[in-house]
Nanobody
Framework: QVTLVESGGGLVQPGGSLGLSCAAS????????AAWYRQAPGSQRDLVAR???????TYADSVKGRFTIARDYVQNMVYLQMNSLKPEDTAVYYC?????????WGQGTQVTVSS
């Protein structure tokens, strides 16, 4: 069983930066792809960034060049560094671990970009 706990959300002004963290329990962390998703009110949950078990990263077009995903295999952590934030980045951000047979979600953390 895997438990994910996100932290680091909050209110930030446009153009600012924010870092999210996700702590993962369980012994399978290194075997799973890790990702961040986000969901704005009235919208579907969309992939923001993903890093495979071997370290390959992919990003949504809307965040390329601004967001960076990273993982720590020793501490079982997943990070999302968000720079040059825009109001349209406002959403609840969810941490995700997934394999071909299982997927796990955190409870989500709110990110609000507003002046």
């Amino acid at each position: 069983q895997v438990t994910l706990v996100e932290s680091g959300g909050g209110l930030v002004q446009p153009g600012g930066s924010l870092g999210l963290s996700c702590a993962a329990s369980g012994s399978v962390f290194g075997l799973y792809a890790a990702a961040w998703y986000r969901q704005a009110p009235g919208s579907q949950r969309d992939l923001v960034a993903r890093v495979t078990s071997t370290g390959t990263t992919t990003y949504a077009d809307s965040v390329k060049g601004r967001f960076t995903i990273a993982r720590d295999y020793v501490q079982n952590m997943v990070y999302l560094q968000m720079n040059s934030l825009k109001p349209e980045d406002t959403a609840v951000y969810y941490c995700n671990l997934a394999s071909s047979s299982s997927t796990y979600w955190g409870q989500g953390t709110q990110v609000t970009v507003s002046s």
